[in-house]
């Protein structure tokens, strides 16, 4: 790299630790004087909103989210704000809650209706104003979504997940507070764990990385390798929690800046007519990716530095500095194994769609940054492997 150029940014403020929700009150001091707090139902833990609340002296009123934001939730859940006089937002939960909560935040703010600024399926125009305060606290290690500037919306009629996009919709304030965390169930644990691994890495082989997302990606995954394991075993390892938190932390900042790949390409169209868990989908998908892509860079562009970017991801996860990419492709073949990851056919694909799969996936902007360009049938073998 003869210079060093890039366009980065993220959100104003990030509090991260344990404890960090007392903070809360401080915090939401200047954002206004109602709440309109957005939250899942089973992601309070041990939150005493009442208390924090109380100690802020603001009001507030609760909207619960079930499930991943929809065109037609959201306008409900805008809706809901503005005739409660709410002047900020408070998202905690998963990133389906915090997508929420942006959209909200952005809505207040913003003359028109959501198709407004919808892509793909909008009118796509920009957002003029900056989102009311709005303080995103993350309730699981995944999405990253507390640091990212876009939201995504299922569009069902369309089969279609769709963004709306602008650093404008970023959060004021990000909190992260590993504690919350150490009630997730194995499960959620693995399918969040690796959705925020294969962020890092996505980001790291991107067509549009650069070398502030590298550096926080190399980090990322090497912790990533080491505790998502733990996690999923060992729920109550609050180091390892910790850590994954900071992987979440690192996938957002990093796939806000440079883009993904073509997991997260096919995730979007897949979660929307299959209605799978997207974490799930993700993981499930990794490892057939990295075959196909790999594949594809030795053919088409072997002295790249994507396939050298595979080779140091490979020597990371494996701490063999010999490590060939059948190595780490079986690590995470051993992975997938070890945390019960299903098979596209266990999360209720059908092999039948697999056309409709690809061509609503490989124009995607996930897809435009995947390290190569994969040709149809390319995307049909990903889905192939995957399957079962």
């Not at 407004?116 to 990253?144: H, M, Q, S, W």
């Amino acid at each position: 790299m003869d210079s060093i150029k890039f366009d980065f940014s993220t959100v104003n403020r990030i509090v991260f630790g344990a404890r960090s929700i007392d903070e809360v009150p401080k915090v939401i001091d200047t954002f206004g004087k109602k709440a309109f707090v957005i939250r899942s139902s089973q992601a309070m833990g041990e939150i005493s909103l009442t208390d924090l609340m109380a100690s802020a002296n603001k009001e507030y009123i609760i909207y619960d989210v079930k499930g991943e934001p929809s065109e037609t939730s959201i306008i409900k859940a805008v809706k809901v704000a503005s005739d409660n006089h709410c002047d900020f937002v408070i998202g905690i939960g998963g990133g389906s809650v915090l997508d929420t909560a942006k959209v909200v935040a952005t809505m207040m703010t913003n003359k028109g209706e959501l198709m407004d600024y919808l892509e793909t399926v909008g009118k796509g125009f920009p957002v003029r104003n900056r989102c009311a305060p709005n303080l995103a606290i993350p309730t699981t290690a995944g999405t990253g979504s507390e640091v990212t500037r876009n939201a995504v919306i299922d569009i069902p009629d369309k089969k279609l997940k769709v963004s709306m996009r602008s650093t404008l919709m970023l959060p004021w304030v990000s909190m992260i507070d590993p504690l919350l965390t150490l009630s997730l169930p194995p499960k959620i644990t693995a399918f969040t764990g690796m959705d925020a691994f294969i962020q890092v890495m996505e980001s790291f082989v991107s067509v549009r990385a650069n070398v502030m997302t590298d550096s926080l990606c190399i980090e990322a995954i090497k912790k990533a390798a080491i505790h998502l394991r733990k996690t999923y075993h060992h729920g109550d390892n609050i180091t390892s929690r910790t850590e994954m938190c900071f992987v979440s932390l690192i996938g957002g900042m990093a796939l806000a800046n440079s883009g993904l790949g073509a997991v997260h390409g096919f995730a979007g169209a897949i979660g929307s007519i299959f209605h799978a868990p997207h974490g799930a989908v993700c993981a499930s998908l990794v490892t057939a990716v990295m075959k196909v892509n790999v594949s594809a860079l030795m053919k088409r562009n072997p002295n790249g530095e994507a396939l050298t970017k595979y080779q140091e991801i490979f020597k990371m996860i494996t701490s063999n500095q010999t490590a060939t990419y059948k190595d780490g492709i079986q690590w995470f073949i051993d992975l997938c194994g070890d945390l019960d990851i299903p098979t596209l056919k266990k999360l209720g694909v059908n092999r039948g769609d697999f056309p409709e799969i690809v061509r609503l996936s490989k124009t995607t902007s996930s897809m435009k940054a995947n390290p190569i360009l994969l040709v149809d049938g390319e995307l049909l073998e990903i889905l192939e492997l995957a399957y079962e």
